[in-house]
């Protein structure tokens, strides 16, 4: 008994006084997803991974538009978005006080133009991701030349070139011949 | 269907050939998934027998029981009894997984009833008839346990073409209607004790039939937070998501799962698993026994009313849970791991903050567990309270502290040893006591046990990637994942589709095979020390809330709300009885 009461005398307050002062986490918490729209380019691989579909993606073929969307009310903290983000644009911050009074404040959201097909007007991909993977084949150093074939091949929808590239392998096929 | 084992490494070929030389051509198959796990198949009529064989005569032990519906494979149903087998008394034999398989008809759903010749096989019955619409012939409780009580006649949740995993039928009464057993005899009572109150802690019904106040037996109502989430895994998630959903099946033990999720598909698809990754998981494993046992070591003060003890051992488990958000970057859920290793590695400022903590936690623990012990009332209340018989405990497979308090040395870590566990051995801690105070021991030395090992996995670890990343995707490959959580083996039984997801996964948490032995551990004793014993066994689900007493005599039933009954276990004094 004596024991124990001096263990509680040299332990003293242990209660902390949150609210009412900051509670520091550890380093490398993983805390409320940060969402950085000017880097995303909303190519999805985000909505993909998250296990709990708190990520989603939906595409608005008439508008042109494609939105990237966060409900925090079903994120895990699991931290596959920033993982998978090929441009780090999610990343988990520290911030673990999530309470709103108000559901919908948990969500986040960021519109994206679409492309469209320059052959058949349709549209296809987020401008910004086509504009990542072209700046890639520039990087990876691609002469001239290639870039601007590259582009053209780029901005048209994969239906078209589905049915650019039967005629084409058609007739190097008879060539061979 | 499976993966080629070569025949040297194979472990337990000893018991596969008793198998055959006693029962010869009823051994329709013999497939290796892993050097320690052999699935063989059977005929339905044969499946008690060759159980039995298994357990008892070569030592097994009954780690669980998957169904599987393969209709869209081969036509059939399939149960798979899977037992670890490790050698008689007699002889210590090799420590392997027998897996038993036999297919089930859709046109004659039933097979016969395994439990009357292994008791340990109960609960796994009564769940393949809930889940699956498979009868097991010859089993006496027909009541339900898993589905609800108001869940509709003749809709198997997890048969792939009874109902979408979103589908939430009406309820078929009002009432609940469970049908507890029935205790007769002069003086008898019954008290019941729960069913819920979410709010507070986790719900369960519990019956003891008391004459005046000593309880005579037990019966108990579960799963009322059951989640549905085999089905969710199986339909909505892909495998590789699987692990964060693993990490939610307990609050304590998570991690258990997530490892044991992820080993059983990393071994069905043969994925060799770096070793530093294998090092970190052991960690993570051990830094979650830490936490767990601290808890419970708490609650054990708490149930013999030893208050400030029980607070005092939260304070210091916040150093656990520190350690824990600084090697995972979360208190629970550490959501490290992905099929083929883990995410996040041990950096050298982590690793000295995690041994500081360490030595920390070792210091003051010691402190606390000495008080503990020294409070006049610990033996007097927990020695020969809630004992489980040796014979009761080798009947009914129970798993972890409450087993090993029964004098049965059996730790996954040392018998199928995973993860690290081979290179850095554990020290099995078993009793001989049976009773309360030997669960509570063996969980103070095992604290201890795992802070060593804990520092020793940090100093032993090799450098190297943590991660295995370009497998391939193998549909229909199964196998077995098994953890020896705080409170006992963890098994998943895990096989793929051809989608990208799940094709089943069975999952066992620990306190499944605990709960059917707990009634024989609440007979004989006093309604006082009821809840200190369900405490004892540190079940997932801890609390209930009320209790009813049925007084077998005066054949009158008594509500008494669990606080109450709690505080009477605390105080013993003022019988909620009188």
């Known amino acids: 008994m004596l024991k124990l009461i001096k263990e509680v005398l040299k332990v003293g307050e242990a209660t902390l006084p949150y609210p009412f002062k900051p509670v520091e986490v550890m380093p490398g918490f993983r805390g409320k997803p940060h969402h950085d729209p000017e880097r995303c380019m909303a190519c999805a691989a985000c909505a993909i991974a998250c296990p709990p579909n708190a990520l989603s993606i939906t595409t608005d073929l008439d508008q042109g538009i494609q939105t990237w969307s966060l409900f925090m009310g079903r994120c895990i903290y699991c931290g596959r978005c920033e993982e998978v983000c090929p441009t780090g644009a999610i990343t988990l911050s520290p911030d673990f006080e999530l309470a709103v009074m108000n559901k919908d404040d948990l969500y ?61 392998m058609v007739r190097l096929y008879q060539e061979e011949d | 269907m499976t993966v080629a084992i070569a025949e040297r490494t194979k472990v337990g070929k000893q018991y596969v050939e008793a198998l055959r030389a006693r029962f010869g051509s009823s051994i329709l198959d013999e497939a290796w998934q892993a050097p320690e796990q052999v699935t063989v198949t059977v005929p339905l009529n044969s499946l008690p027998e060759v159980v039995e064989m298994l357990y008892y005569q070569q030592g097994g032990w009954l780690a669980s029981v998957a169904v599987n519906d393969e209709r869209p494979l081969n036509g059939q149903f399939a149960i798979y009894y899977v037992l670890s087998v490790e050698g008689n008394e007699n002889e210590a034999g090799e420590k392997a997984y027998v897996v038993v398989r036999a297919q089930i008809p859709p046109h004659q759903p039933e097979f016969p009833s395994v439990t009357p010749k292994v008791p340990a096989a109960i609960w796994y019955e009564r769940e393949a008839r809930d889940m699956f619409g498979l009868q097991p012939v010859g089993l006496p409780d027909e009541r339900r346990l898993v589905l609800p009580d108001d869940w509709p006649e003749g809709l198997y949740p997890l048969r792939k073409d009874t ?42 019904h519990f019956r003891l039939y008391v004459e005046g106040e000593h309880i005579v037996d ?23 998501q699987v692990t964060f959903l693993a990490d ?110 360490l030595g920390e936690l070792r210091a003051q623990v010691t402190d606390l567990v000495n008080m503990l012990l ?13 004992r489980l018989e040796r014979q009761v405990a080798r009947d009914y497979s129970p798993v972890g502290p ?25 020290t099995v801690i078993a009793k001989e006591g049976c009773d309360v105070l030997s669960r509570t021991l063996i969980r103070a030395e095992e604290f201890f046990e795992s802070i060593s090992m804990v520092e020793r996995c940090l100093d032993a670890m090799p450098e190297g ?56 551990m609440l007979r004989g004793n006093t309604i006082s020390d009821a809840a200190l014993i369900v405490a004892s066994i540190d079940p997932c689900y801890s609390c209930t809330e009320r209790v009813t007493v049925v007084d077998v005599r005066k054949k009158k039933a008594t509500i008494v709300p669990y606080k109450e009954m709690e505080r009477y276990c605390r105080e013993r004094k003022d019988s909620p009885l009188k």
């Open chain 1, 108 to 168: 986040e959201r960021a519109d994206y133009k679409l492309a469209a097909c320059r052959r058949c007007g349709m549209y296809f991909a987020p401008l910004k991701e086509i504009e990542y993977v072209f700046t890639l084949l520039q990087q990876s150093g691609l002469p001239e030349e290639g870039l601007a074939n590259a582009r053209a091949l780029l901005e048209v929808c994969p239906e078209c070139k589905r049915k650019n590239d039967v005629p084409k």
């Open chain 2, 163 to 204: 109902m979408d995993y979103h589908y939430r039928p009406e309820p078929t009464t009002e009432n609940e209607t469970y049908d507890f057993i029935k205790v007769e005899g002069e003086g008898i009572v019954q008290v019941p004790l729960g069913p819920l109150h979410i709010t507070s802690d986790e719900p369960g």
């Open chain 2, 218 to 240: 037990a019966d108990y109502r579960l799963f009322y937070v059951h989640r549905g989430m085999e089905k969710l895994a199986e339909s909505r998630l892909n495998y590789d």
């Open chain 2, 248 to 357: 939610r099946i307990c609050g304590i033990c998570g991690y258990a799962h997530n490892v044991a999720y992820s080993t059983s598909v990393e071994r069905a698809l043969g994925i060799e698993v770096p070793e530093r990754a294998q090092y970190i998981r052991t960690i993570l494993l051990e830094v979650e026994r830490l936490h767990s046992h601290l808890l419970n070591l708490g609650l054990a003060c708490h149930f013999v009313g030893f208050d400030t003890g029980f607070m005092h051992f939260f304070r210091v488990r916040e150093k656990a849970m520190k350690m824990a958000e600084l090697l995972t970057g979360s208190r629970k859920t550490y959501g490290v791991n992905l099929i083929g290793g883990v995410r996040r590695d041990i950096l050298k400022e982590q690793r000295t903050t995690t041994l500081q903590l």
């Open chain 2, 374 to 386: 020294e409070t006049p009332n610990i033996v007097q209340r927990t020695q020969n309270i809630g």
């Open chain 2, 402 to 426: 409450t087993l090993r308090g029964s004098g049965f040395a059996r730790d996954i870590r040392v018998i199928h040893p995973y993860c690290a566990y081979d290179r850095v051995p554990v």
């Open chain 2, 465 to 520: 990637p943590v991660l295995t990343e370009g497998f391939t995707y193998k549909p229909y490959q199964f196998a077995l994942g098994y953890v020896e959580a705080p409170r006992g083996e963890d098994i998943h039984w895990s096989m793929l589709g051809d989608n990208q997801k799940i094709y089943r996964w069975k999952c066992r948490a620990s306190s499944y095979n605990n709960w059917p032995s707990l009634r024989y």
